[in-house]
């Protein structure tokens, strides 16, 4: 069963603690995209990569990072340097570069308090 | 900057009835058009896209139009079901390969 999968789907933390988001895909897609959704807004790009070992900032990257140590992962760490954590965070995969389709996982919720 | 306008941000339609939503972007070279669906607490899926070199693409009830002359282009749902009821979701890709969305146009389908 091919796909997009984010864990957790709820997340609670405290501020000023770090938080790491998973992000794994079987779809043998190369690029792999973060965003942010806050409610009532469309998504914003964090950070995205086409290749493993490499990645680009986003729209609004500070306070985030990443790695994409492998083809399959691109896990997301809200840092305590995010001053506005709280959000729904969406990943997206996408077959190649130059093909534009992307697919999103079902999303994490995390709630910073 | 590059950027996505949507409209409306809301609409309510009738079951049966059909529903249009509009979006214009900025960047002469985007060449790719894409329209998502979110359902409330989900992550947005992928319904329907179109590209510069083709005005039209429908899927059963679903179609976009793409005015590229006027950097504009529509999507829209014919005899709406209950089911549609959903966030929608239109993105242009910039000459950079990133997808940029709009802001998104809250459908609700009244029985």
């Known amino acids: 069963d091919g796909g997009i999968t984010q864990s957790p789907k709820y997340l609670f933390r405290k501020e000023g603690q770090n938080v790491t988001l998973s992000c794994e895909q079987n779809?043998?897609?190369?690029?792999m995209y973060w965003y942010r959704q806050d409610p009532g807004q469309g998504l914003r790009l964090i950070y995205y990569s086409q290749i493993v070992n490499d990645f680009q900032k986003g729209d609004i990257a500070e306070g985030y990072s990443v790695s994409r140590e492998k083809k399959e992962s691109f896990p997301l760490t809200v840092t305590s340097a995010q001053k506005n954590p709280t959000a729904f965070y969406l990943c997206?995969?996408?077959?190649?570069?130059?093909?534009?389709?992307?697919?999103f996982g079902p999303g994490t919720r995390l709630t910073v308090t | 900057g590059e950027n996505v306008e949507q409209h409306p941000s809301t609409l309510s339609v009738q079951e049966g009835d059909s529903a249009v939503i509009k979006c214009t972007y900025s960047d002469s070279a985007s060449n790719y058009f894409p329209w998502y669906k979110q359902e409330l607490g989900k992550g947005p899926q992928l319904i329907i896209d179109i590209r510069s070199n083709v005005g039209e693409k429908k899927d059963q009830r679903i179609a976009v139009t793409l005015n590229k002359t006027a950097k504009h282009f529509s999507l829209h749902i014919t005899e709406t079901q209950p089911e549609d009821s959903a966030v929608y979701f239109c993105a242009a890709v910039l000459y950079t390969d990133k997808l940029i969305f709009g802001t998104g146009t809250r459908l609700q389908v009244f029985p």
């Open positions: 779809l043998n897609h190369d690029a």
């Open positions: 997206a995969s996408q077959p190649s570069p130059g093909k534009y389709e992307q697919y």
